[in-house]
């Protein structure tokens, strides 16, 4: 008895989309590849999809999504949960950060909290001047960091996880990089470093500035 496969649908090419960027990259992502690991060909996709754009776009939406917007009743606490929301989903697709800044890939949902930030940040009782300034270095720590993180996160080689102090000894050698040299020794010691996250850290750097300049009620 043939086995029957799984119908097509959108949600279904968008999810396995998502899938394959994650685990490849974006670039590796091709509608035949794409095809082969639904089990149809490439032509059939074109009947939910209508193009790669369209792919990707679907694709951005489902990464929004999982963003969780601020509410202006929660004033910093609440942005402080949206911007840590928003982090982590870049962080979980980490391909996505990169297409958000390209002025084709403006999706409704990055307007919605794009404009919900806005309106968290004047909830909070900031003037409108410095809730321009605010929400650009806000957003920029968003999706900056994750961007650099997307590109600081990677699996090194067997033959140095195997030698860690020896490689960053012959990379960066304390007589001439001691400062650098002794920052990279953090990164191999455990302990309560490794537990903080570099995000949230320069995130409430941001966020105690700011309430320094709330305006009293």
Same mark, same amino acid.
């Given at each position: 008895?043939? &086995?029957?496969? &799984? ?25 035949? &590849?794409?095809?082969? +690991? ?19 776009? #679907? ?11 601020? +509410?202006?009743?929660? #004033?910093?606490?609440?942005?402080? &949960? ?66 650099? +993180? ?43 470093? +490794? ?13 105690? #500035? ?8």
């Amino acid at each position: 008895m043939a &086995k029957t496969r &799984k119908p097509l649908s959108r949600d279904r090419i968008l999810e396995s989309a998502l899938a394959l960027a994650d685990e490849n990259g974006i670039e590796a992502l091709s509608m035949r &590849k794409l095809g082969q +690991q639904l089990g149809f060909e490439a032509m059939s996709l074109y009947n939910h999809v209508a193009s790669k754009d369209d792919l990707l776009d #679907g694709m951005l939406d489902l990464v929004l999504a999982e963003m969780e917007a601020p +509410q202006p009743e929660e #004033g910093l606490a609440g942005i402080r &949960k949206a911007a840590i929301s928003a982090h982590e989903s870049l962080r979980r697709h980490p391909w996505a950060a990169g297409l958000l800044m390209t002025p084709a890939r403006v999706r409704p949902l990055r307007l919605a909290f794009m404009d919900a930030l806005l309106g968290a940040l004047r909830g909070a009782g900031f003037s409108p001047d410095t809730t321009f300034h605010a929400y650009h270095v806000l957003d920029a720590h968003i999706i900056g960091f994750s961007l650099w +993180q997307a590109t600081h996160d990677f699996a090194l080689p067997d033959e140095v996880t195997s030698d860690l102090r020896g490689f960053l000894d012959r990379m960066l050698p304390i007589e001439t990089y001691p400062d650098l040299h002794a920052h990279g020794v953090q990164h191999m010691e455990p302990g309560p470093l +490794q537990d903080v996250s570099a995000f949230e850290y320069g995130l409430d750097l941001l966020l105690a #500035g700011l309430e320094r300049q709330q305006t009293p009620e």
